[in-house]
């Protein structure tokens, strides 16, 4: 009976008129497809991880020149240190501090001296009270001859906001920069963590600011220094371009 079922089983196989038409067909479309999403892809960059620079913005790979370059560099990872040690210590880190520390800009060695052998302040927040006339030696610690800051544009600078402030200034190279480090920290109940930014005035010797706010460093010259590396600087560009 098996043999009989098996025999009486007839299997039609049916082939397309063009099989081979209907394959170049397929694979003209998935080759379409890919090259319209790659031309998309290219001519419409997604740059979404990329900030965009705002009016007061510089970019650190463009528009800074080789010793400016070389401090900002210097001043990420310093700036990373000072948050840790306040992070573990609660306290600020003064100059003789980071200078004890061996720290590159703050510390007087080969490339301190090599890149315009800037002097560095530590203003901390509510350093100088309106009624006192020096700074007190615990919160702000002065290069020798360098001159302090204003005593109520310290205090207005810094005890409203709770910024820790950085300040390097005197630089000796042809176009070096002043440069502004602000630390908004946690504990003054502004920020959840330390935050921070970098700044810099083209006069090497410009005081410094009355306010550390935002809007009152742009009004008086500072401009706020974004880290762009190569590639994102080159991701910006492209991005901005049309």
């Known amino acids: 009976m098996g043999s009989v079922a098996a025999a009486g089983t007839h299997c039609v196989v049916v082939r397309p008129l063009s099989g081979h038409g209907e394959t170049v067909v397929f694979i003209l479309a998935v080759a379409l497809l890919i090259g319209s999403t790659a031309g998309y892809t290219i001519l419409n960059p997604r740059n979404e991880n990329v900030q965009k620079l705002l009016s007061y913005q510089i970019s650190s790979f463009d528009a800074l020149n080789r010793v400016d370059q070389s401090i900002h560099s210097a001043l990420l990872p310093a700036v990373d240190e000072i948050i840790w040690n306040n992070n573990t210590t609660g306290g600020w880190s003064l100059i003789a501090d980071l200078e004890k520390n061996r720290t590159p800009l703050f510390y007087k060695d080969v490339f301190w001296r090599a890149n315009g052998e800037m002097r560095w302040q530590a203003v901390l927040p509510g350093a100088i009270d309106t009624k006192k006339v020096a700074p007190t030696a615990q919160s702000v610690?002065?290069?020798?001859?360098?001159?302090?800051?204003?005593?109520?544009?310290?205090?207005?600078?810094?005890?409203?906001?709770?910024?820790?402030?950085?300040?390097?200034?005197?630089?000796?190279?042809?176009?070096?920069?002043?440069?502004?480090?602000?630390?908004?920290?946690?504990?003054?109940?502004?920020?959840?963590?330390?935050?921070?930014?970098?700044?810099?005035?083209?006069?090497?010797?410009?005081?410094?600011?009355?306010?550390?706010?935002?809007?009152?460093?742009?009004?008086?010259?500072?401009?706020?220094?974004?880290?762009?590396?190569?590639?994102?600087?080159?991701?910006?560009?492209?991005?901005?371009?049309?």
């Open 141 to 242: 610690h002065q290069e020798p001859g360098a001159p302090p800051p204003p005593p109520n544009a310290v205090y207005q600078g810094t005890l409203g906001q709770g910024a820790a402030s950085y300040y390097g200034s005197g630089g000796k190279l042809p176009g070096q920069s002043a440069f502004l480090v602000v630390i908004g920290h946690a504990h003054s109940g502004v920020y959840w963590i330390n935050q921070a930014t970098i700044w810099v005035h083209p006069d090497p010797r410009a005081p410094f600011p009355k306010l550390t706010k935002t809007e009152a460093l742009i009004q008086e010259g500072w401009r706020q220094v974004i880290p762009y590396s190569g590639a994102t600087e080159f991701e910006r560009l492209r991005g901005t371009k049309g």
